[in-house]
């Protein structure tokens, strides 16, 4: 049954990690970033492309709310928390699209 008050918030964060110099570093990497948004924010994250890249990643972001407004708050202190506290990432890009 279809709930007209489900929203789910994604984005896709491009990131450029100009340290890394090997698919393990960057694995580690990652796998911490994903971790610490999980738990900062009770969102779902992943890497979803770039998985053979060394220094390029691309995670996906997803939140699940009742408001736009509150999936829109969730996403922007996602990536400000990104540039906040792990300087040695670069955010190059996002897209972000709000589902009802």
């Not at 929203?7 to 990652?30: A, D, F, M, N, W």
């Not at 407004?69 to 300087?87: F, G, K, L, S, Y």
Request: one cysteine or more; hydrophobic letters at 45%.
């Amino acid at each position: 049954m279809y709930n007209p008050s489900v929203i789910l918030g994604t984005c896709i964060i491009e990131l450029y990690l100009p340290g890394v110099h090997s698919l393990k570093e960057k694995r580690r990497i990652l796998k911490s970033l994903i971790a610490r948004l999980h738990r900062e924010f009770n969102i779902s994250c992943a890497e979803v492309a770039l998985h053979d890249a060394w220094q390029s990643a691309s995670i996906g972001v997803a939140v699940v709310t009742t408001s736009q407004v509150h999936a829109q708050d969730v996403i922007r202190t996602v990536m400000h928390w990104i540039e906040r506290n792990r300087p040695e990432i670069d955010i190059v890009g996002e897209t972000v699209e709000i589902l009802y």
